[in-house]
């Protein structure tokens, strides 16, 4: 009679070293994706900067004109280097990208901002606007602790506006080349302080009758909140 020797299969120690293999094949897998995702990135952008900042493209007027001749030969020579180095390491793929959005990254943001800021602004008036009716119609409850919100609140939109104010005449006094003053980022910052206190606010009364129980457009937001501005 035949008997058996051992288990059909591999032993432990080569399923061990297989399986070793195996996660050595994943992550040299991995590694070609991402790489080919950076330098895709790289690619992407060269041709979407050399485009948009020539004279009638996206960000052409976001751009000086001696700025905008450099940019467009550091733009040609990247893409000249990319056909040498299509298998080179993903860092090295971030890296040149970090290094042409030197410049193209403040274009970028001029462009952004110019297009974002018009309603950040309107949502900070309709903050402080909405917020003034509410302290109008507030009732008080707790003397001491309800008027101290209510000077908070009153002060963050007289502030606000004020400040808004002279910021947008400094705004309006720079070309679309400058780097904005008034910046999206201070807009929101500004929205959301009059949206916290003017909550702290409602959640002692209640909403109030004719007054929107946010000071936010709610539109398209979700949550009322005002949103910053988007980053690459």
């Known amino acids: 009679a035949v008997e058996p020797s051992g288990r059909p299969g591999f032993s432990s120690e080569e399923l061990a070293k297989r399986r070793e293999e195996e996660q050595r094949m994943i992550a040299d897998m991995q590694e070609i994706v ?16 050399r485009s948009g900042v020539v004279v009638g493209g996206k960000y052409g007027e976001y751009i000086r004109g ?22 080179d390491d993903k860092q090295v793929f971030i890296d040149k990208l970090a290094e042409l959005k030197v410049i193209g990254g403040p274009v970028q943001k001029r462009q952004r901002e110019e297009e974002q800021r018009p309603d950040l602004v309107a949502a900070l008036e309709k903050a402080a606007q909405s917020s003034r009716a509410m302290i109008r119609q507030f009732k008080p409850k707790n003397g001491v602790t309800d008027g101290e919100k209510l000077r908070s609140l009153n002060m963050a939109c007289s502030e606000a506006l004020k400040w808004l104010g002279e910021m947008q005449k400094q ?35 209640g909403p109030l009758d004719g007054v929107c129980p946010s000071p936010i457009a709610r539109e398209g937001s979700g949550d009322g909140r005002a949103r910053p501005m988007d980053v690459d």
């Open 171 to 205: 705004q309006s006094a720079l070309s679309r080349r400058d780097d904005p003053v008034l910046d999206c980022a201070s807009l929101s910052a500004r929205t959301q302080e009059i949206q916290r206190l003017a909550e702290a606010l409602e959640g002692d009364s």
């Open 66 to 87: 001696s700025e905008r001749a450099a940019f467009l030969q550091q733009l040609e020579k990247a893409e000249e280097w990319l056909y040498d180095h299509n298998d």
């Open 34 to 49: 991402d790489r080919n995702a950076r330098r895709n990135d790289l690619e992407s952008y060269i041709l979407t900067m």
